[in-house]
T-cell receptor, first 116, second 112 residues
Framework: GAVVSQHPSWVICKSGTSVKIECRSL??????MFWYRQFPKQSLMLMAT?????????EQGVEKDKFLINHASLTLSTLTVTSAHPEDSSFYIC????????????FGPGTRLTVT | QKEVEQNSGPLSVPEGAIASLNCTYS??????FFWYRQYSGKSPELIMS????GDKEDGRFTAQLNKASQYVSLLIRDSQPSDSATYLC????????????FGTGTRLTIIP
């Protein structure tokens, strides 16, 4: 149980284009999902908290117009990196809050984005 | 001041020995604690959660929580080379904030 998937697992795009990353909770409903970014050999950085049916809450310093988050259903949240630039190249990971009443977060496998 | 602190390591432990990973936290309202394992290039994987003072055992893993001293630890018995990874400690405040605060992680290497 508590499986979270992400798609795609890796993507290469050209500078200026947009990329959409999907995060799905496969065997539970997740009213809350989180999006993280991790650069090589660095800690996880929380980008935003995504709640089903409402606007995402972004962390300080994260541009909400650049990183569009949509949590349209209880099993799907998407992150769109708009007008991507090489500095956006990173490992993007989502997590979902377990629906069992506990506070465990389960992470997806991550999406490695490379912007050329 | 970091809210969750871990020794970055690397921590080297012989195969078969007990690996002990420690974490301290500064926010007294933190109520829930988690240990994640992250292999290089992969996403974190939940190993243990602990909510109450004392020990919680799951297979070779034991999590320990002492809220008075504000520390959490993870013991790995009979360490295996496959346990070599970075271990992340995370704290959650249950007061309407579901965000995890992560430590920077401890890199553990099990020596065959």
């Amino acid at each position: 149980g508590a499986v979270v998937s992400q798609h795609p697992s890796w993507v290469i795009c050209k500078s200026g284009t947009s990329v959409k990353i999907e995060c799905r909770s496969l065997d539970f409903q997740a009213t809350t999902m989180f999006w993280y970014r991790q650069f090589p050999k660095q800690s996880l950085m929380l980008m935003a908290t995504s709640n089903e049916g409402s606007k995402a809450t972004y962390e300080q310093g994260v541009e909400k117009d650049k990183f569009l988050i949509n949590h349209a259903s209880l099993t799907l949240s998407t992150l769109t990196v708009t007008s991507a630039h090489p500095e956006d190249s990173s490992f993007y990971i989502c997590s979902a809050l377990s629906g069992t009443g506990g506070y465990e977060q389960y992470f997806g496998p991550g999406t490695r984005l490379t912007v050329t | 001041q970091k809210e969750v602190e871990q020794n970055s390591g690397p921590l080297s432990v012989p195969e078969g020995a007990i690996a002990s990973l420690n974490c301290t936290y500064s926010d007294r309202v933190s109520q829930s604690f988690f240990w994640y394992r992250q292999y290089s290039g992969k996403s974190p994987e939940l190993i243990m959660s602990i909510y109450s003072n004392g020990d919680k055992e799951d297979g070779r893993f034991t999590a320990q929580l002492n809220k008075a001293s504000q520390y959490v630890s993870l013991l790995i018995r009979d360490s295996q080379p496959s346990d070599s990874a970075t271990y992340l400690c995370a704290a959650l405040s249950n007061f309407g904030n579901e965000k995890l605060t992560f430590g920077t992680g401890t890199r553990l290497t099990i020596i065959p």
